[in-house]
């Protein structure tokens, strides 16, 4: 039986309430049940991410992987299927699934991750080549992107009335047209979809590996804003905004070989939308208080700065 790390059941219980309760109860009798289908044997302390814990294992054959086990959640529903499209190509091969309990079999690959490298223009190359390597034409049966357009839309006029915030006009106007334009206008091609830093993990098979796709189809310039916004607490430090987050579009967007000015447009939607998201939900790393003020508070700057350059 595996030992649940306290504070995943801390955030699982306080997002989840009762329903995660009675699923962490039952967590380490579904993890034993899936070591022993798969002939894996524990190898190493239990791990965790937002959604799921990570066991490390050894199979009978005496490779490592590790065994992913998700809150059940519509999110993490087509994550199995992207690794499938992409085949070990750019992001960790799948071994095994279960999709009715939310759990895999996976390459295991190092801790590190893309977000603990200083040099902001190498983490830029890395996520745009691999942005390039995982736009494969998209399966049958994924979440278009596009049939999103009318809720972002909906959502971006509710916030913008219900919610106090610092952004002019012209700057949900930017956001709305990109949704209008860039949004219905999305070729049939499998985006990660949170292709930010802590989601590029070091690898021995290759030297990054992504993890933890949504599994989308769209438009791969979309993943340019998930991975700016992984970089807001780099931002904040940087004596020029503007020029810092010009600098991380502009290299993500070359060595992903998209067009400049819808990565840039896609950024800017993104941080429009990070900027509500956090009066109205707050952030994983602030809740509350002062700090999500100022997080929210940069968001909408920068938000306000991508806008300049459309």
């Known amino acids: 039986m595996i030992d649940v790390p306290e504070e995943f059941v801390r955030g699982t219980v306080g997002r989840e309430g009762a329903v995660g309760s009675t699923w962490l109860a039952e967590l380490p009798v579904i993890v034993g049940e899936l070591l022993e289908r798969w002939r894996c044997v524990p190898d190493g302390e239990v791990m965790h991410g937002g959604v799921g814990v990570i066991v490390p294992v050894r199979r009978r054959s005496g ?5 992913k086990v998700s809150f059940p959640h519509p999110g993490n529903v087509r994550e199995p299927d992207a690794f499938v499209a992409w085949r070990g190509r750019g992001a960790v091969m799948l071994h095994e699934r279960d999709d009715e309990r939310f759990a895999m079999l996976l390459e295991r690959v190092r801790t590190t991750t893309l977000a603990e490298v200083e040099d902001g223009d190498e983490v830029a190359a890395v996520a745009g080549r691999l942005n390039r390597r995982l736009a494969v034409p998209a399966p049958p049966g994924l979440p278009r992107l596009r049939e999103q357009v009318g809720a972002w ?14 952004m002019p006009p012209r700057v949900l106007d930017a956001a ?25 993990l070091r690898a021995d098979r ?31 430090e940087a004596d020029d905004l ?12 070359e060595a992903a070989e998209l067009d400049r000015e819808r990565v840039r447009r896609w950024a800017q939607f993104h941080a429009v939308q990070a900027a509500f998201w956090g009066r109205r939900h707050g952030f994983r790393i602030a809740r509350d208080g002062p700090r999500l003020d100022w997080l929210t508070e940069f968001a909408e700057r920068l938000a306000g700065l991508l806008t300049e350059r459309l």
Do not use: C, M
């Open 242 to 253: 503007r020029r810092s987050a010009d600098r991380v579009l502009d290299v993500f967007a």
């Open 206 to 236: 290759e030297p990054w590996l992504a993890v933890d796709p949504k599994g989308y189809a769209g438009d791969p310039a979309y993943d340019a804003g998930t991975l700016l916004k992984s970089r807001a607490l780099t931002l904040l």
């Open 63 to 67: 490779e490592s992987a590790v065994v």
């Open 176 to 200: 709305v047209e990109t949704v209008r334009e860039l949004g219905l206008d999305q070729p049939d091609t499998l985006v990660h979809g949170d292709l930010h830093a802590r989601n590029i």
């Open 153 to 166: 839309e909906t959502q971006l006029r509710e916030d913008a009335q219900e919610l106090p915030h610092a």
